[in-house]
């Protein structure tokens, strides 16, 4: 499998070393592979893990769930809601900006690169980390969620007093894999233009900063004006 290879932080490697060897982990890389073949997959090969190297397991604070990366060229870079440098910044994230901007009084930011909440210790985890350029949802089902499911199962586990934030339907089905006693939830609709009435007014950012405090952390530094 050397077009497909798993570099990931020394950390979660051994966290999730039982999932690489599993017969649905190889399925899904014979998957992508093939795939290969005839379409162009975002993100590029290097940046399908960046969630995980940017914030090291030991380092999680706060996890924030996606469902899919974008379809758009150059947009994807492995980071759940997060573009690359240089490309105009999704409805959605535009609207995480506006809510931000209400809750903190943080500015707009002028791009959509969210390396530096990953780098803070924010796991900004996408349920599929794949996807055919211009067709959303197109690996669904091939094993990601099954592997992503496990990545969830495993923080909840091995850490203590992290902050999930579950913005709409798909992400709030993962509270299952979640243990409530030791964890915080907080939930909100998805900030997609569709259901966005319902996220603004969440203040999700303050509240996880104050629950950060709680739990004897720093808080996030949530402005990436400066990154």
């Given at each position: 499998m050397s077009e497909v290879k798993v570099k990931m932080e020394a950390g979660w490697s051994e966290a999730l070393s039982e999932e690489f060897s599993q017969p649905y982990f190889r399925q899904l890389k014979s998957f992508l592979l093939e795939e290969r073949q005839t379409y162009r997959i975002y993100p590029p090969g290097p940046q399908i893990f960046s969630a995980f190297n940017f914030t090291p397991i030991s380092?999680?604070?706060?996890?924030?769930?996606?469902?899919?990366?974008?379809?758009?060229?150059?947009?994807?870079?492995?980071?759940?809601?997060?573009?690359?440098?240089?490309?105009?910044?999704?409805?959605?994230?535009?609207?995480?900006?506006?809510?931000?901007?209400?809750?903190?009084?943080?500015?707009?930011?002028?791009?959509?690169?969210?390396?530096?909440?990953?780098?803070?210790?924010?796991?900004?985890?996408?349920?599929?980390?794949?996807?055919?350029?211009?067709?959303?949802?197109?690996?669904?089902?091939?094993?990601?969620?099954?592997?992503?499911?496990?990545?969830?199962?495993?923080?909840?586990?091995?850490?203590?007093?992290?902050?999930?934030?579950?913005?709409?339907?798909?992400?709030?089905?993962?509270?299952?894999?979640?243990?409530?006693?030791?964890?915080?939830?907080?939930?909100a609709a998805h900030p997609s233009p569709f259901s966005v009435t319902g996220f603004y007014g969440c203040r999700h950012f303050s509240k996880t900063n104050a629950l950060l405090v709680e739990e004897g952390h720093a808080p996030i530094d949530w402005n990436i004006n400066n990154i």
């Open positions: 380092a999680v604070r706060v996890v924030i769930i996606g469902q899919d990366p974008y379809h758009g060229a150059g947009q994807a870079n492995g980071l759940c809601f997060s573009v690359s440098d240089g490309i105009k910044p999704p409805p959605s994230l535009v609207n995480i900006f506006k809510e931000l901007n209400t809750d903190l009084g943080i500015p707009i930011p002028i791009h959509g690169n969210l390396e530096k909440w990953a780098r803070q210790g924010v796991f900004l985890l996408n349920a599929t980390l794949t996807v055919r350029q211009g067709q959303p949802a197109s690996h669904h089902g091939h094993g990601w969620e099954q592997f992503t499911d496990a990545v969830i199962r495993t923080l909840s586990k091995q850490c203590n007093g992290l902050v999930f934030l579950l913005w709409g339907r798909f992400a709030q089905a993962k509270e299952n894999l979640i243990d409530s006693s030791k964890h915080h939830i907080l939930k």
